[in-house]
């Protein structure tokens, strides 16, 4: 499995090889499609899963109400949120880390700000930033150790989970004896930080659909939709940036490098220790831009905030191809795939089946969309079956 | 037979009538009702699957179609999301609980200004009554329920306790532990708080080392049965109902038959059956017939303290009703 798919990072290149060669007749050098280079993207299978997926909740009942502009909201900010996270992962896990420690710094970053703002009456900004150097700092610590001791990322970041949300129970309790702080946004000094990550855009635009009747308004005639929210633009900025860095730059090829083979890349030159380290950072970093997302969207702070996140976000970069064993998947993949988790996960809501049974529906779904994706690259890769 | 036969007709000609009654007036036939619980407790939960119980009945006993949501491990960010897809579906009702104002706040007034019905039950009484929700069904609060129970154990001459926290991030069980340290207090006493997981092995491994190293403790007062039924069986095990006193939040049966045995103090019950059973049939009663009780309904604290009490209450704790 490892051997097909630990070759060039970018398959979709390998045909314009192909092409130059003047030997016809032989199948490794035969012309292919435009649809098969298409489909041996790393991210071909998981859209066949999210059309699958679509089309699989529009023949269930409950659909129109899902794909309402309210219902699609609901399922677009949970993608949102984990398609935030999942890109980070991604770019670790294809440079061949793990980090289980992003949920509960998600919610540790939230602590650190409603402390900061609650307790000292610091600025929104001051206490964000505060939050963002933390991260810094914890995903340093965990890259390092990880390089440095050469223990596994998954026993690292493990230990690195506990420790971060035990501290944030313990420093809580013993600041305000509870376990929530609440009132983090009454009276800031700059509400315009919250805005930042809580806010809507093109508000303006919706309020002009409300008006025409194209979408549902409240009784005051705002629309139940104010706009687009704040936690899917960042979405969108994540990604891309992520995609960007992963495609189009040295640092890019640098990390397939680290997950394909670290020895030969180190002996070819690439600086396999610090690529991990600033992966471990970027993967705390963007646990701390959901933990700042959500402590602004909901005005508290809890010490159980992003408990099991760290799970979802290795599951939605998963069924986005990424694999495992890493130096192989693409940024946009894991943005798919948090798409689909997050589109099963309210979807199931939606279809009115007893609650009980949510989470076998939950695993056999992406059970069935990894296999989905699988047979399908497998298919464009022309995999034999049993290979 | 021809008998039967001949008010099937019948039957189905009075209940079109009365089906084209209810409309006319813009009501429904109970049928047609949808309702939506989207509360913070998972049915795996002892005290939820209760509730849950209710839910269900009174869906049996009206009719209407009704969907009992929670997120899947304690998040109120999940919760008002959920909340938000209840709206979508445009539902007759909602029943929500508030364990986060803050968190929730956004979703519960989406709802209330979607003029969908609302009622609120468990916890986030006062919350709910600022967001615009107009009926509350549960316990007085936490707190208040905790003081009555510090002040019970003051009286018995109890002055230091261990109040084991079993879902650390949920204000209720904070409020609980809080309550019954200033119930304690007006007594001269004090408790301590001692958080643990959800995890049986995990509760007693932790109260074993707090009891150790805290020689003066007398009571161990648990905050739900998450943390009660692990304790129980530790103090059968290591017998030590002689040395420690332990009360708990909540039923469920083997705090029933603790109780029943002489061997716990007591058990707070909430009648959370009620709180999934009276929302739902008030929500269907509103939909149908435009009724709606105009006043909170308090199901709890009541005091499970005496072995025939217990008893009483056992056999219906089996069936889940209690």
Not at chain 2, 101 to 112: E, F, R, W, Y
């Amino acid at each position: 499995m490892t051997d097909e798919t630990s070759g060039p990072p970018e398959p979709s290149r390998a045909p314009a090889v192909a092409r130059k060669s003047l030997m016809a007749g032989d199948e490794r050098v035969a012309q292919t499609s435009r649809f098969t280079r298409l489909m041996r993207r790393p991210e071909a299978g998981v859209l066949v899963g999210l059309v699958a997926t679509f089309v699989i909740f529009a023949l269930l009942p409950g659909a129109e109400s899902l794909y309402s502009l309210q219902g699609a909201m609901t399922f677009l900010t949970l993608s949102a949120e984990l398609g935030i996270l999942a890109a980070a992962v991604a770019l670790l896990i294809i440079a061949g880390e793990f980090d289980l420690s992003i949920g509960s710094m998600i919610g540790f970053a939230g602590i650190v700000i409603g402390l900061l703002v609650t307790r000292l009456g610091w600025p929104l900004w001051a206490a964000v930033g505060s939050a963002f150097a933390v991260a810094v700092l914890v995903g340093y610590l965990n890259g390092l150790i990880t390089v440095k001791t050469r223990v596994p990322s998954f026993i690292v970041t493990l230990a690195s989970l506990f420790i971060l949300r035990g501290l944030s129970i313990g420093i809580t309790r013993a600041v305000t004896g509870r376990t929530q702080i609440p009132y983090i946004l009454d009276n800031p000094p700059d509400p315009w930080t919250a805005a930042l990550f809580n806010g809507h855009v093109f508000t303006g635009l919706f309020q002009w659909m409300g008006r025409q009747g194209w979408i549902g308004v409240k009784g005051d005639g705002m629309p139940f939709v104010a706009g687009i929210p704040m936690s899917i633009v960042w979405w969108i900025v994540v990604t891309s940036l992520a995609g960007w860095v992963l495609t189009q730059t040295k640092f890019g090829n640098w990390i397939y490098a680290a997950g394909g083979d670290p020895v030969v890349a180190r002996n070819v030159g690439v600086p396999v220790a610090r690529v991990k380290i600033i992966l471990f950072i970027v993967t705390a970093v963007a646990a701390t831009l959901l933990a700042t997302i959500q402590v602004m969207e909901a005005g508290s702070a809890d010490t159980v905030r992003g408990t099991q996140k760290e799970f979802e976000a290795i599951i939605a970069a998963v069924i986005g191809g990424v694999l495992l064993t890493g130096g192989y998947g693409t940024v946009l993949g894991a943005a798919f795939g948090a798409l689909i988790f997050g589109l099963v996960q309210m979807g199931i809501f939606f279809t009115g089946i007893d609650t009980d049974w949510f989470k076998v529906f939950l695993g056999i779904v992406i059970l069935v969309a990894v296999l989905v994706n699988n047979f399908a690259r497998a298919r464009a890769l022309g995999e034999r079956s049993g290979s | 037979m021809f008998e039967r036969l001949r008010f099937v007709p019948a039957a189905i000609a009075a209940l079109g009538v009365l089906a084209g009654a209810a409309g006319a007036e813009g009501l429904k036939a109970a049928a047609d009702v949808k309702i939506a619980v989207v509360v913070h407790g998972n049915s795996s939960d002892a005290y939820w699957s209760v509730v849950k119980r209710g839910v269900d009945d009174a869906a049996r006993d009206t009719g209407a179609q009704v969907q009992y949501i929670a997120p899947q491990v304690f998040d109120s960010v999940e919760q008002a999301r959920l909340i938000m897809a209840a709206v979508a579906t445009a539902p007759d009702g909602i029943v929500i609980s508030i364990p986060d104002k803050d968190a929730l706040s956004t979703a519960v007034k989406a709802a209330v200004d979607a003029g969908i019905t609302v009622i609120n039950i468990d916890s986030g009484e006062p919350q709910g009554a600022e967001l615009g929700v107009p009926l509350y069904v549960g316990t007085t609060s936490e707190y208040e329920a905790g003081i009555k129970a510090g002040e019970r154990l003051g009286a018995a001459g109890i002055l230091l306790v261990a109040c084991i926290n079993h879902e650390v991030g949920n204000i209720s069980l904070d409020q609980r532990c809080q309550g019954i340290n200033d119930g304690l207090a007006k007594a001269g006493g004090a408790s301590e708080v001692v958080a643990v997981s959800q995890d049986p092995a995990d509760v007693t491994r932790r109260v074993e080392a707090f009891l150790a190293s805290h020689a003066d403790i007398q009571a161990v007062f648990a905050t739900g049965t998450a943390s009660a039924n692990p304790l129980i069986k530790y103090f059968d095990e290591q017998d030590l109902w002689s040395k420690y006193k332990l009360y708990t939040y909540d039923l469920g049966p083997e705090i029933l038959q603790s109780v029943a045995d002489g061997k716990m103090g007591f058990g707070i019950d909430g009648q959370q059956y009620l709180m999934g059973y009276l929302p739902v049939t008030l929500l269907v009663q509103n939909a149908t017939h435009g009724l709606m009780v105009q006043n909170n309904i308090y199901t709890g604290p009541l005091f499970v303290d005496t072995p025939e009490k217990a008893q009483a209450v056992k056999q219906l704790s089996k069936e889940g009703t209690r």
